[in-house]
């Protein structure tokens, strides 16, 4: 399963969706996480390599307008992956054609040619199967059943040991639009195999030659396509059995490395399991959305990286004092927040966390009853003001010194703050010296 793949995928896009600024360590620790994900998915580690130095140069690039930098790198470690995972979806076309079946033994070749004719008939093509495997035993009675299930016509000759035979005699009587054919595999590309099936290609006049290549094999499907390509010269893989390793990745990503096209992806043994593969919808999948727009719109959401920078840079007014604080609560239960920002909220007791939350509320109704100018120059608040801001805040005067004070407090770690300690410390490190 790809349940490692996944887990890696969506930390790193957690990591950059959370830091309070995207910088370069950011980008450096979320490629390390990417990394150890596609390596033990078994991606070849140049691939490996050279995927994180393009993450980690685009993102570090000018961004282009419109997107904050956060969303750009996302949008980097997005592009990036479907880069290697194959780019572009495969145009599957739904018109009369002849198809072989190639691969070794095992690979699940017999099992997805009842599927591609179960995917085909559903399209409305007529379709019909036959059975050119004469090295294993039961061949016949495999794919007979297969086909009986998912209501396709079936050919084939039990008795017959010669496939060429059973291919031409097959031909003769078979009225369909596509026609798929199942070859014999073996444990190895050897000659009597690359003979027989090229010898069932010309007599058949194929439009498509199918390798079925199983996920376990990882980063070997580069061998594997190789090989059969120069044999057979291969129009397709399909990849079986993603279902039942953590290797998919690497046969995903092995298979764009020798530029062949997969163009299904089979992930059970009932001819439902059955996907048209989409590279694009494939790494969405994997990170967590349902498309590249989504994701976008959770970078967007939880911290603005330009007003992070702009306090850093000394431009923190009450103003964003109490914007601060009015981000705190717009998300939901402060605990909720202290956990996104990497605090745990299980060792805080309950009503403490219930009475900050009430003082950020009161605080922000206190500065709600400053003038425009006393937000801009919180110095000006002396004694008379706050005497009059406490009484049209409703609050005690002892409260408004309060957040002045923690207002001070925390512009002054504001300033010493690097971006990086503030991106380490992310929110919490704020709260913190908010009093919370
Ligand atoms: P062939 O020797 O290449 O014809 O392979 P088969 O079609 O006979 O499949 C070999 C085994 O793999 C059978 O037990 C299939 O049920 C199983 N198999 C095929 N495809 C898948 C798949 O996508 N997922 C899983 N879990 N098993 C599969
Ligand atoms: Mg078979």
């Known amino acids: 399963m790809l349940d490692k793949l996944r887990e890696g995928l969506r930390g790193a896009i957690e990591k950059i969706t959370r830091s309070t600024l995207v910088d370069k360590d950011v980008v ?92 085909y008939k559903n399209k409305g093509l007529r379709t019909a199967v036959i059975c050119c495997d004469t090295f294993r035993p039961a061949a016949f009675e495999q794919l007979q059943q297969l086909s009986k299930k998912v209501e396709v016509a079936f050919y084939g000759d039990k008795a017959e040991k010669d496939s060429a035979t059973i291919l031409a005699s097959a031909l003769k009587k078979i009225n369909a639009d596509v026609i798929i054919v199942d070859s014999s595999g073996r444990d190895a590309l050897d000659k009597e195999l690359v003979d027989e099936i090229k010898n069932l290609n010309k007599m058949l006049v194929s439009d498509e030659r ?63 399991d059955l996907e048209v593969y989409d590279p694009k919808r494939f790494v969405a999948r994997l990170i967590g959305f349902p498309d590249l727009e989504t994701l976008l719109e959770k970078a967007k959401g939880v911290v603005d990286e330009k007003k992070a920078e702009k306090m850093i840079e000394g431009d923190f007014g ?104 503030l991106k380490r410390g992310g929110l919490g490190g704020l709260l913190k010296q908010f009093g919370a």
């Open 210 to 272: 199918i390798l079925v290549i199983p996920a376990d094999i990882g980063q070997a499907a580069r061998e594997q396509t190789d090989a059969f390509h120069d044999a057979l010269g291969i129009t397709d893989v399909i990849i079986t059995k993603m279902d039942a390793t953590a290797k998919g990745g690497g046969a995903l990503t092995a298979c764009s490395l020798t530029g062949a096209k997969v163009t299904f992806i089979s992930t059970g043994e009932t001819p439902r």
């Open 318 to 421: 009450i103003e964003e004092f109490c914007e601060q604080i009015g981000a705190v609560r717009n998300m939901g239960p402060m605990s909720q927040m202290l956990e996104m920002a990497g605090l745990n909220t299980k060792k805080l007791p309950k009503d403490m966390m219930s009475a900050q939350e009430e003082k950020m509320g009161k605080w922000q109704h206190i500065i709600k009853s400053m003038t425009p100018e006393e937000r801009k120059n919180p110095e000006l608040i002396k004694h008379t003001r706050i005497v009059r801001i406490a009484r049209g805040s409703g609050a005690h005067e002892s409260e408004v010194r309060e957040l002045l004070a923690a207002y001070r407090k925390s512009k002054k770690v504001i300033k010493k703050l690097s971006p990086g300690k």
């Open 28 to 119: 450096d620790s979320a490629v390390r996480d990417i990394q150890r994900s596609l390596l033990a998915s078994d991606v070849n580690v140049e691939q490996v390599y050279e995927l994180s130095e393009r993450i980690r140069k685009r993102s570090m690039e000018k961004i282009p307008s419109g997107l904050s930098r956060r969303e750009h790198v996302i949008k980097v470690v997005y592009e990036e992956l479907t880069d290697i995972l194959g780019k572009e979806k495969p145009a599957i076309e739904l018109k009369p054609k002849r198809i072989l079946m190639a691969g070794l033994f095992g690979s699940g070749k017999t099992t997805m040619t009842a599927k591609l004719a179960f995917f």
